[in-house]
T-cell receptor
Framework: RKEVEQDPGPFNVPEGATVAFNCTYS??????FFWYRQDCRKEPKLLMS???SGNEDGRFTAQLNRASQYISLLIRDSKLSDSATYLC????????????FGQGTELSVKP | ETGVTQSPTHLIKTRGQQVTLRCSSQ?????VSWYQQALGQGPQFIFQ???????GRGNFPPRFSGLQFPNYSSELNVNALELDDSALYLC???????????FGSGTQLSVL
């Protein structure tokens, strides 16, 4: 079983749609959680950190459920510029803080 | 711009050859990590260097090796290249004090 698993993609949605990405992690010692965005074959960039209380940044909302070891990202009112691959990322206290990435979910927003 | 620079941006090698990839970390960052990203996959952790010492390694064979220099820049060396080594190699620099982490734009390695 992979340490971090994401919904298989791609997701093809129209502009203005709401889209949700799901992610599960296997290591209960995981301590920090993030969503990264990666444009085609460029470097990943931090989109947002994820906290147990949930957090929102404009059209983006992230949720963490430690009991279920589940992370989500909701994008409202999708824009063409949201088209990218979204990577779920976890770090664990017992793994020296290395980033553990999911395989990524590709999002394509169409006009 | 993140301040993390990698060179070269693209590289083509043949099986059995050796390659060295370079990374200059952001000013003030003392930790460098290397990741391998195959097509359609998420980045996989190769190893991390802190103050010139390796302090974490992923599931990669010994032919993947690295160095960190006193100015915190780093090299990734891969010996006896295999076709499956074809990937985007990403360097990330971070600060142990602030936790900030930034990726370079990567080196795309193709092994023929």
């Amino acid at each position: 079983r992979k340490e971090v698993e994401q919904d298989p993609g791609p997701f093809n949605v129209p502009e203005g749609a709401t889209v949700a990405f799901n992610c599960t992690y296997s290591n209960s010692a995981s301590q920090s959680f993030f969503w990264y965005r990666q444009d085609c074959r460029k470097e990943p960039k931090l989109l947002m950190s994820v906290y147990s209380s949930g957090n929102e940044d404009g059209r983006f909302t992230a949720q963490l459920n430690r009991a279920s070891q589940y992370i989500s990202l909701l994008i409202r009112d999708s824009k063409l510029s949201d088209s990218a691959t979204y990577l779920c990322v976890v770090t664990a206290y017992n793994q020296g803080g290395k980033l553990i990435f999911g395989q990524g979910t590709e999002l394509s927003v169409k006009p | 711009e993140t301040g993390v620079t990698q060179s070269p941006t693209h590289l083509i090698k043949t099986r059995g050859q050796q390659v060295t990839l370079r990374c200059s970390s952001q000013s003030g960052h003392n930790t460098v990590s290397w990741y391998q990203q195959a097509l359609g996959q998420g980045p996989q952790f190769i190893f991390q260097y802190y103050r010139e010492e390796e302090n974490g390694r992923g599931n990669f064979p010994p032919r993947f090796s690295g160095l960190q220099f006193p100015n915190y820049s780093s090299e990734l060396n891969v010996n006896a290249l295999e076709l499956d080594d074809s990937a985007l190699y990403l360097c990330a620099s971070s600060s142990s004090a602030t936790g900030d982490l930034f990726f370079g734009s990567g080196t795309q390695l193709s092994v023929l």
